[in-house]
Nanobody, 130 residues
Framework: QVQLVESGGGSVQAGGSLRLSCAAS????????????MGWFRQAPGREREGVAA????????YYDDSVKGRFTISQDNAKNTMYLQMNSLKPEDTAMYYC???????????????????WGQGTQVTVSS
């Protein structure tokens, strides 16, 4: 199985920064962590879950939604079994529950679709005020 635990969420004023972490474990994770797609989704009340960013652990290729490109940075530390999302210049529109996801294999050109069918954590809340 795969266990994903998010942390680092909280409340911040617009323009501030947060770093989210996703600690991964489990047999399935350990068997595929070196060649997998990992990423972050977010969901605000009353809205669909949307892709934020993803990274292919096999080569470090990253993917970003246009709404966060230039402000957010995704990274993966295989030695620590942890994925990060550095969020800078936060906006009220970024307020949402943030989830980390995992799916074995290359992210490909449809990383949102791939991760939607993968494993997910419980989420961590990010609130950005004006």
């Amino acid at each position: 199985q795969v266990q994903l635990v998010e942390s680092g969420g909280g409340s911040v004023q617009a323009g501030g920064s947060l770093r989210l972490s996703c600690a991964a474990s489990g047999y399935t994770y350990m068997s595929a962590y070196s060649d997998a797609c990992m990423g972050w989704f977010r969901q605000a009340p009353g809205r669909e879950r949307e892709g934020v960013a993803a990274i292919w652990t096999g080569g470090g290729t990253t993917y970003y939604d246009d709404s966060v490109k230039g402000r957010f940075t995704i990274s993966q530390d295989n030695a620590k079994n942890t994925m990060y999302l550095q969020m800078n210049s936060l906006k009220p529109e970024d307020t949402a529950m943030y989830y980390c996801g995992f799916e074995p294999g290359w992210c490909g050109g449809s990383w949102v679709r791939k991760l939607r069918s993968g494993y997910w954590g419980q989420g961590t809340q990010v609130t950005v005020s004006s």
